[in-house]
């Protein structure tokens, strides 16, 4: 049987990622932020330059375009950026009060690819010790014209990973506009909050969880619970849910996930799952994924007020609801069986250690 991990997500610091265009007001918006916190202290890693910057009292600036490693960390060209930055940071903070801080908010590049730094917030040993990725915040400048939004770089890859979106220039353009922009915005980005830059919150959005997670509905929230089978947006994104009744085969889904991952990766933007796993009563089971990295999962306490089934949520493009809903009624099966016939061969091994494995 497998022997999860505990959810430790509360013993962990927060960090918040902020996406944007260069001149969408990332900055302006976190030190709103940042003006709002008495009693609490905010670390800020930036990748922008030439810009204006943070009002935290604990800062780094990290030089250089942030790029996947092969191995699914973040480097900077130089160096790790992020995860130097992030260590040096705890290690502040260990030598006294002076560097104390309670979340780290990363604000990334304009039109820098999400995918590295999220993938960084979970699965990089170096960093998850420590930290975790609670929320990803895209900021979007209510004056860009209507068809810009879209097109530019990564633009259209943020809004299709973020937890929320920010607005801010809302003030300078009129309400129809403003209105059409928050449609599109929908039809890219989906079910998440929309809301005004000019009060900034950006907590508490993304992939911390707790025993409290389960119990106040949020976990719901998290795997989008708006979604539909048919969720296709804008520019071939698709946003839905999958529901698989009852208990089910951990080795089995656990296999199917990373033969889609091989596969599709690229399009695989974001991969959210809380699964009853067959043999694992006691509590849900949760895992997320970037691309081709994924989070090792954790269990929560208890199943609280949840259906005893399990919900992926997927955010994919050109990759619609249809493909993964037949590859799951055709493949799951199939690696559910290897996966007995392995435990089979490793029980015979165990009992003959000259069978082979």
């Known amino acids: 049987m497998n022997a999860f991990e505990p959810d ?131 900021v979007v400048d209510v004056r860009v014209a209507h068809d810009d939004l879209p097109d530019a770089s990564h633009d259209l890859k943020q809004l299709a990973l973020a937890d929320r979106v920010l607005l801010t220039h809302a003030d300078l353009v009129g309400t129809s506009h403003r209105e059409y922009l928050e449609a599109r915005i929908r039809r890219i980005a989906g079910p998440v909050p929309v809301a005004d830059g000019a009060s900034a919150d950006f907590r508490g959005a993304g992939g911390g969880f707790s025993g409290e997670f389960s119990r106040s509905g949020r976990l719901d929230d998290w795997l989008g619970a708006a979604a539909t089978s048919s969720g296709e947006l804008e520019r071939d994104l698709h946003r839905f849910r999958v529901r698989i009744p009852g208990a089910t085969s951990w080795d089995g889904l656990h296999g199917w996930l990373n033969a889609g991952m091989r596969m599709h990766g690229e399009v695989m933007y974001r991969v959210r799952a809380c699964i009853a796993v067959a ?58 069986q290897m996966a007995l016939e392995r435990e089979a061969r490793q029980v015979r091994t165990r009992a003959d250690p000259s069978l082979p494995a």
């Open 8 to 138: 430790d997500s509360p013993f962990r610091t927060p960090v918040v990622v902020v996406l944007g265009a260069l001149g969408s007001g990332k900055t302006t918006v976190i030190n709103r932020f940042l003006a709002t916190q008495a009693g609490r202290n905010w670390a800020v890693v930036t990748n922008e330059s030439g810009k204006a910057t943070s009002t935290a009292r604990l800062s780094a600036h990290v030089e250089g375009e942030l790029v996947p490693h092969a191995v699914g960390c973040l480097c900077c060209v130089a160096r790790s950026g992020l995860v130097d930055s992030l260590r040096r940071l705890h290690a502040a903070r260990a030598r006294g009060p002076d560097a104390a801080f309670d979340g780290v908010i990363v604000e990334t590049a304009g039109g820098a690819d999400p995918a590295p730094v999220m993938q960084t917030l979970l699965n990089n040993a170096l960093v998850t010790q420590y930290f975790r990725l609670d929320s990803v915040v895209a």
């Open 279 to 336: 043999g694992f009563d006691r509590a849900p089971v949760v895992l997320q994924s970037v691309q081709h990295v994924m989070k090792p999962p954790v269990a929560l306490a208890n199943w609280g007020r949840l259906e005893r089934a399990t919900v992926l949520q997927f955010v994919t493009r050109e990759l619609p609801a249809s493909v993964v809903e037949e590859s799951l009624a055709r493949d799951l099966p199939m690696f559910e």
